[in-house]
C-alpha cells in the first residue's frame, strides 16, 4: 500500500483563486513528520511547510498552510491568493521514525501534483 | 548560510561507465539523504547517510554506492551504468539520527546524470 497518496496529478488554478492540494497518509507509527515540498521546472526541491504529529495547531508558514487531520490521515496543502510563481510540482512527504536505534528515517514522497496557475 | 550543493549540475555518462556525485551538505547537518527521481517514477530513497555511517539504503543494486566524510559531505557512485539511471539525482541534508522526525530535510538543486 502507498504510504502517501495525492489524488490529483494536475490541477489548473486562476490566479488569486485558493487551491488546496490533497494528501493523504498511512503510517502505524505515533510519531510522524508530513512536508510539502515545491519542485519548479528546474528541478530543486523546496521545502514549503512542516507538520508534526503530536502538533495541536495546524501549521502556517506565509501563503502556505497545512489542514492537518489526523484522524483522517489527512496533510492537505493550502496555497492562499495563488500567484503564477505558484506554478510547479507539489509533493507531500512523511517522515517516520522506523529504524531501530530510534531515529528518524529518510522522506518518503507521494507522486506529485502538477499545479498550473493560470492568469 | 549555504545551502545543500551538488555538483556536477549535469553529467553525461556513456553505458558502463561509473558516474560520481558530490554533495554537501548545510552547515551543522550530519545527516545527507540520496535521492533519484526518474521521469515517470517520482522520488525514489537512495541512501541515508549520518556520522559518516550508512544508516538505510532504498531498494536499489548494489552498483549504487556511497559514503559520507569526516566533514559531513558525501558523494553517490553508480558503477556500471544503465540507460534507465539517467535520472535527477537530488542531495538533502537535515540535522543528525538522534533528532526527531521533525528535523527538516532541505534539498539540493540536483545532479542530472544522462547515460548514453
Known amino acids: 500500500a502507498q504510504k502517501i497518496t495525492q489524488t490529483q496529478p494536475g490541477m489548473f488554478v486562476q490566479e488569486k483563486e485558493a487551491v488546496t492540494l490533497d494528501c493523504t497518509y498511512d503510517?502505524?507509527?505515533?510519531?510522524?513528520?508530513l512536508f510539502w515540498y515545491k519542485q519548479p521546472s528546474s528541478g530543486e526541491m523546496i521545502f514549503l511547510i512542516y507538520?508534526?504529529?503530536?502538533?495541536?495547531q495546524n501549521a502556517t508558514e506565509g501563503r502556505y498552510s497545512l489542514n492537518f487531520q489526523k484522524a483522517r490521515k489527512s496533510a492537505n496543502l493550502v496555497i492562499s491568493a495563488s500567484q503564477l510563481g505558484d506554478s510547479a510540482m507539489y509533493f507531500c512527504?512523511?517522515?517516520?521514525?522506523?529504524?531501530?536505534?530510534?531515529?528518524?528515517?529518510?522522506?518518503?514522497f507521494g507522486k506529485g501534483t502538477h499545479l498550473i496557475i493560470q492568469p | 548560510e549555504a545551502g545543500v550543493t551538488q555538483s556536477p549540475t549535469h553529467l553525461i555518462k556513456t553505458r558502463g561507465q561509473q558516474a560520481t556525485l558530490r554533495c554537501s551538505p548545510i552547515?551543522?547537518?550530519?545527516?545527507v539523504y540520496w535521492y533519484q527521481q526518474a521521469l515517470g517514477l517520482g522520488l525514489q530513497f537512495l541512501l541515508w547517510?549520518?556520522?559518516?555511517?550508512?544508516?538505510n539504503r532504498g531498494n536499489f543494486p548494489p552498483r549504487f554506492s556511497g559514503r559520507q566524510f569526516p566533514n559531513y559531505s558525501s558523494e553517490l557512485n553508480v558503477n556500471a551504468l544503465e540507460l534507465e539511471d539517467s535520472a535527477l539525482y537530488l542531495c538533502?541534508?537535515?540535522?543528525?539520527?538522534?533528532?526527531?522526525?521533525?528535523?527538516?530535510?532541505?534539498f539540493g538543486e540536483g545532479s542530472w546524470l544522462t547515460v548514453v
Open positions: 552547515s551543522g547537518h550530519t545527516s
Open positions: 503510517t502505524s507509527d505515533p510519531s510522524y513528520g
Open positions: 507538520q508534526g504529529s503530536y502538533d495541536q
Open positions: 538533502a541534508s537535515s540535522l543528525g539520527v538522534s533528532s526527531l522526525s521533525g528535523n527538516t530535510i532541505y
Open positions: 512527504a512523511m517522515r517516520e521514525v522506523v529504524n531501530s536505534g530510534g531515529g528518524a528515517d529518510g522522506l518518503t
Open positions: 547517510y549520518d556520522e559518516g555511517e550508512e544508516r
